[in-house]
């Protein structure tokens, strides 16, 4: 991986952060004075640009005491209710951990059937530094940017070292 694109990353990385407070912010004030079921198309100059809309769902039922219910079921509908065979999830996760179960009498590791070992794909992980939103808001400061410039420049893939 290049210097550039760690940089890129990282950043991208502190924007969406940044953006999901903005967006997140903007969603909680767009109640005041709105109804459930208004809408708005947004616009740039004399471009329509999307719509946004506060939903107004119906009320529905849900099940709220999966216990109960089922009793209730199981005791007025007793065909309805479904036997499941599950395997207790501490004891799966032991005979995942260990590849398989210790066989007592030949001390031996048995595989059981239905179980394998996989190698998950690998994956990009951008971890910033603690104090990295306020480095890069300094570099940017000092560059005489902004968040926005940034974001241009990462667009351009122009951000270097």
Excluded: C
């Excluded at 471009?47 to 809309?53: E, F």
């Amino acid at each position: 991986m290049k210097q550039e694109q760690a940089n890129r990353l990282i950043l991208i990385f502190l924007l969406k952060k940044k953006l999901a407070l903005l967006e997140a912010d903007e969603k909680a004030t767009a109640f005041e004075g709105s109804d459930p079921g208004d809408k708005k198309n947004g616009k740039a100059g004399q471009y329509r640009i999307g719509t946004v809309s506060i939903s107004d769902p119906e009320p529905a039922w849900r099940v709220s005491d999966s216990r109960q219910f089922g009793e209730w079921v199981a005791k007025n509908y007793p065909d309805e209710i479904l036997s499941v065979t599950s395997v207790r999830a501490g004891f799966e996760k032991a005979i995942l951990a260990a590849g398989g179960m210790l066989d007592e009498t030949s001390g031996e590791l048995v595989e059981p059937p239905g179980i394998k070992l996989v190698q998950g794909p690998s994956v990009v992980t951008v971890r910033p530094a603690p104090d990295a939103e306020q480095n890069v808001a300094a570099h940017l400061h000092e560059e005489g940017l902004t968040y926005g410039a940034a974001l241009d420049s990462i667009a351009r893939k122009a951000i270097s070292a």
